[in-house]
Every structure is written in C-alpha cells, then in structure tokens.
C-alpha cells in the first residue's frame, strides 16, 4: 500500500554523524516534495527540512541549518537526510512526510503533510 | 515566526463525549492551519487541511473550522480509538512550518 518507511536510526555520540533513509512505496515519489519532521522525547513536533520532487529547492529550519543535509533519489524512491555535528538536542524520533498543497508547490501557501513513515530513533549521547 | 498555541494541553473525556481543542496563532494565518493525530509508536495522521477539509477517509465526526488567528478541531462524539495526541500546523508562512504544542486526548 502507499506508504513511507523510516531506516538509520541509532546512538551516536555528540559531534557525530547519522544518514536518515526513507523508502517510498505505491505512489510516483518524484511528483511529490518531500519533508524530514522530528519528535523531541516528551516534546511536539518540529519541521527539520523538505527538498522538492527535482532536487532544485531545499530548506531547513534554523536549529539544523548548516549540519543537516537533505536529499533524495527518485529512482530508489528514497528521503535521505544527512545528519553532521550532532547535538544532545537533536534527539528524537524522526518522520518522514509527504508534501501536498491546497494550491500547487509554486504557491509558498497551504503545504501540509499527508503521509507520514512510523519513524526512526535517533539518540545523541556519550 | 508564526507561534501556534493549543489549548487545553491535556484533556479527559467519556467515549461519546463532544470534544473541541484551540489552537490560535500569533499572527493571522487566513485559512492555512491544518490538524493531525498522533498515537504513540504510529505514524501521525492528517485529519483536517486548510481549516475545514476533511482528509479522504477520515470519520465524519472530526471537523475543522477558524480563521484568522483561531480555529478548533471537534470530534463530534468520542470513540475508543480517538485517544491520542493532536496537533495542529501553520502553513501560512511556508517554507517554515509551526506545529502546535499538541493536545493529549485521554479517557475519563
């Protein structure tokens, strides 16, 4: 069935590095931008990143900006999201999204998530 | 950045009950907030998209309504199954989102 499967999570130590994996299944992935969000333990969700269907446009929030890296590979139907200088913070169980919007992706408006993965545990510790 | 507030934090309630969670946001976000459940170990769920639109095969008894800087998700009459954590989203200043601080629904 349609579906979105989370991989690579672990422990790492602070400073570290983690690559994310998301598999896509049962719909066209390149036609879809796609969205990294995470869980803090006890905490609410917070938005990581999203990359388009091509590649050409990425963004992230400011807590990973220039640690974490997003990308993707149509023809595996795969997420990735390359985690660098890990921190205690970044913590969290991580889901991948499916990206889809009221009024076209040019529209920078009504982007929600309409498919998410289970996600993956990722802990920062020494 | 656009701060999503949600109230209450916690609730309990009878299966049957009529149940309506807030969320305002500090800034008007026209129509652009979005509502998802969240049971733990599952993957979230999107309910309700740009306020009132219910997501194809979501049960009737969840609806969405707001505009501006509040809005409210209701499930009309509780069941077992809807015992979890809600959360909404703003996507008025995309590309960076705002999720609510979620909601958790519990039995009474």
């Known amino acids: 069935q349609v579906q979105l499967v989370e991989s690579g999570g672990g422990l790492v130590k602070p400073g570290g590095s983690l690559r994310l994996s998301c598999a896509g299944s049962e719909f066209i992935f390149s036609d879809y931008y796609m969205s990294w969000i995470r869980q803090a333990p006890g905490k609410g969700l917070e938005w990581v990143s999203w990359i388009s269907g091509g590649s050409s446009y990425t963004n992230y929030a400011d807590s990973v900006k220039g640690r974490f890296t997003i990308s993707r590979d149509n023809a595996k139907n795969s997420l990735y999201l390359q985690m660098n200088s890990l921190r205690a913070e970044d913590t969290a169980v991580y889901y991948c999204?499916?990206?889809?919007?009221?009024?076209?992706?040019?529209?920078?408006?009504?982007?929600?998530?309409?498919?998410w993965g289970r996600g993956t545990l990722v802990t920062v510790s020494s | 950045d656009i701060q999503m507030t949600q109230s209450p934090s916690s609730l309990s309630a009878f299966v049957g009950d009529r149940v309506t969670i807030t969320c305002r946001a500090s800034?008007?976000?026209?129509?652009?907030l979005n509502w998802y459940q969240h049971k733990p170990g599952n993957a979230p769920q999107l309910l309700i998209y740009a306020s009132s639109n219910l997501q194809s095969g979501v049960p009737s008894r969840f609806s969405g309504s707001g505009s501006g800087t509040d809005f409210t998700l209701t499930i009309s009459s509780l069941q077992p199954e809807d015992f979890a954590t809600y959360y909404c989203?703003?996507?008025?200043?995309?590309?960076?989102?705002?999720f609510g601080g979620g909601t958790k629904v519990e039995i009474k």
């Open positions: 999204a499916r990206v889809l919007s009221t009024s076209g992706y040019h529209n920078t408006r009504g982007w929600y998530f309409d498919l």
């Open positions: 800034q008007s976000i026209s129509s652009d």
């Open positions: 989203q703003q996507s008025y200043s995309t590309p960076l989102f705002t």
